[in-house]
């Protein structure tokens, strides 16, 4: 059996209630907030793993990475209840990546700049719940790259 991609872990994580929150945002059903949460997802793994090419920024993301593979992995359900709300290194690092991501997003798919910002800002704590969980999962693991996987679902 394949390893749940990425945007998948996201998802599970994000649970039903904050789906239905994510699709009342949009003013859609949950199948237009899943798309949503997959492209931004997308968007945003793509910025993390840019960030962590260039040299500006490369070790402030491998700083974020060791931390979320040291850290012992959440309770379920406490990203979605605010308990991730400090988030370390990695929320820090992915609330600077939030902003482009969200404005890539709605270039792409047409919808409100704010609108989408506001379902991203959501997203951030659930991403590093994931993250967290990815990387306990992983021990031993080679950083950023086995952390979000290779995209495929």
């Known amino acids: 059996m394949s390893e749940p991609s990425f945007q998948d872990d996201v998802l599970t994580e994000l ?3 904050r789906l239905q929150e994510i699709a009342g945002l949009l003013g859609t059903d949950a199948t237009g907030a899943q798309e949503l ?9 793509g ?5 962590a090419a260039e040299p500006a920024s490369a070790d402030e993301v491998r700083a974020a990475v060791d931390e979320v593979a040291s ?3 959440p309770l379920q359900g406490v990203a979605t209840l605010g308990g991730l709300a ?11 990546l939030a902003r482009p991501a969200a404005s890539a997003v709605a270039k792409r798919t047409g919808l409100p700049p704010a609108t989408v910002d506001r379902a991203v800002d959501i997203l951030v704590p659930v ?4 993250l967290t969980k ?3 999962a992983k021990k031993g693991g080679d950083g950023l790259g086995d952390l979000l996987g290779g995209g495929k679902k």
């Open 127 to 130: 991403i590093v719940a994931a």
């Open 71 to 73: 850290a012992e992995p």
């Open 37 to 45: 949460v997959d492209s931004s997802v997308t968007e945003l793994s």
């Open 86 to 96: 400090a988030g370390g290194l990695m929320a820090g690092v992915l609330a600077k």
């Open 15 to 17: 649970g039903d209630d």
């Open 47 to 51: 910025e993390l793993r840019q960030a």
């Open 134 to 136: 990815r990387a306990a």
